[in-house]
Nanobody
């Protein structure tokens, strides 16, 4: 079992920044890939970013490249999503995700069906 608890969401003006955090407990955190997904009203949940077990490789959806940065601290069992230059279209509920697949390409190929554990979600609202 893995428990994930997100924090850091909120309301911000366009161009502003937020940092999301996700604290993990349960199985050994450093052994699995982590990701962030988001779901806007009326839309399907979509991939945002993923990071491999060591933190050495990161992957992003094109819409956030150059603006968002995913990172992890394996001593604190925490993954982060730094979001800069936020846009109104970034408004969504953001979910932390753990993918326990033991492959060389877990983070690179992470999708909704691959996620083993989800956090409860945190709301991010960007006003124009």
């Amino acid at each position: 079992q893995v428990q994930l608890v997100e924090s850091g969401g909120g309301l911000v003006q366009a161009g502003g920044s937020l940092r999301l955090s996700c604290a993990a407990s349960g199985r050994t955190f450093r052994r699995y890939a982590m990701g962030w997904f988001r779901q806007a009203p009326g839309k399907e949940r979509e991939f945002v970013a993923a990071i491999n077990w060591s933190g050495g490789s990161q992957y992003y959806v094109d819409a956030v490249k150059g603006r968002f940065t995913i990172s992890r601290d394996n001593y604190k069992n925490t993954v982060y999503l730094q979001m800069n230059n936020l846009k109104p279209e970034d408004t969504a509920v953001y979910y932390c995700a753990a993918d326990l697949r033991n492959t060389a390409h877990t983070a690179q190929s992470m999708g909704v069906p691959d996620v083993d554990y989800w956090g409860q979600g945190t709301q991010v609202t960007v006003s124009s």
